[in-house]
């Protein structure tokens, strides 16, 4: 267990601007990761692996991407006890994303709202820090997660995909495609039947190349929104299947209100996680077993604030899940208690 209760750290970082907070706990990540200062804030990991999409994750408990958007922290953020770690949005060139201020806390709802905006420092620097970490060394798993630039028209969006994909296929153990943020314009228009089946098809031929160049196959995951009804959520299963995608992440972020509508910043532009999006996100998620079958490999995240949290992921479908916001308010031994309960779920 960690030796610096989170509850300690939790008011100081409170009393900050979330992305200064944010900021600062990164940096701070990055300076004591592989020290023996990684002790303060580092938990062992459960033990409970499950076999998914030819991948052996040591437990069903990961880090959602969004929390490290250029992979400085993969080792420290490891260090908390994650089965598996996905970092990113990156995108092909460095972008500042949205102006600020850009993340807001609804702590009445235990909720955050963000519109970074794939702010990032582009693809080659993102693929140098990943090659220093040495999470993947220690047998977990590492997720990249690639996206478009502001910049690229929606039309020429694929390029950017096919860009981000082979950058980075060789570090990655599964590479996840984000076309589901609400903060880059016109993004999740590209979750609709024509524009989507463009886009897989694309990424799973030139992935076809990228295998016989790198001698392996790497999972390719397709990161959907909560925003969905159940005729779209029919029209991407179908295309995964179609294309041959290895697994689904479920969900992103919602757009929707109804769930914190009166409190300070509802009403602020942008992507709302935390606690108002678990029942919309597992929602999405038994739509998708139900289309997709037993077998498909289903990440599961958004809204997990307690393990109770986790393991209804996991009985509405999920094989896998994944934590951002939960991390913020609860801290890091939010990981080792949700990962427990899953464990004993299937004890």
């Known amino acids: ?51 998914l999409a030819g991948l052996r994750f040591p437990n069903r408990v990961g880090l959602a991407a969004g929390l490290d ?22 995108t092909p060139k460095p972008q500042p994303g949205n102006p600020r201020p850009r993340m807001f806390r609804l702590p009445q709802a235990n909720a955050l709202i963000n519109r970074l905006g794939f702010n990032n420092e582009g693809l080659d620097a993102f693929v140098a820090n990943v090659r220093r970490s040495s999470f993947r060394s220690k047998g977990r798993i590492l997720g990249l997660n690639i996206g478009k630039n502001a910049a690229t028209p929606i039309e ?23 076309i589901s943020s609400p ?20 990424i799973a031929a030139r992935r076809e190349e990228l295998a016989r160049t ?6 390719i995951f397709v990161k959907i929104a909560p925003d969905l009804d159940q005729a779209q959520v029919d029209v991407i299963a179908a295309t995964l299947r179609r294309h041959r995608m290895d697994g689904v992440v479920a969900t992103n972020t919602t757009i ?52 109770d949290d986790a393991v ?16 913020v308010y609860r ?14 779920l299937r004890a």
């Open 69 to 90: 958007k250029n992979a400085r922290c993969i080792d420290g953020l490891g260090a908390m006890g994650f089965g598996f770690v996905e970092v990113g949005t990156v």
């Open 256 to 307: 929707a209100r109804d769930a914190v509508k009166g409190l300070p910043h509802a009403d602020e532009t942008g992507g709302l996680s935390g606690a108002p999006v678990l029942a919309a996100s597992n929602r999405v998620i038994g739509q998708l077993r139900a289309a997709l079958g037993p077998s498909f490999p289903i990440i599961g995240v958004g809204g997990i604030l307690s393990a």
């Open 214 to 219: 790198h001698g392996r196959r790497v999972p």
């Open 183 to 202: 903060n880059t314009k016109n993004l999740r228009a590209l979750q609709g039947d024509e524009a989507l089946d463009g886009l897989l098809g694309a």
């Open 1 to 51: 267990m960690s030796l610096f209760p989170y509850s300690l750290a939790r008011p100081f970082l409170f009393s900050l601007d979330p992305e200064t907070a944010h900021e600062l706990t990164m940096d701070s990540l990055a300076r004591l990761q592989g020290t023996a200062l990684e002790c303060a804030f580092g938990s062992a990991a459960v033990s409970d692996p499950i076999e």
């Open 312 to 327: 209804s992921k996991i009985r509405a479908g999920a094989d896998v899940v994944q934590i951002y916001t939960g991390l």
């Open 156 to 178: 020429d969006a694929t390029s950017d995909y096919l860009v981000g994909l082979e950058g980075v296929y060789p570090h990655a153990d599964y590479v996840t495609v984000n």
């Open 331 to 344: 801290g890091p031994t939010l990981v080792r208690q949700a990962a427990q309960a899953i464990r004993r």
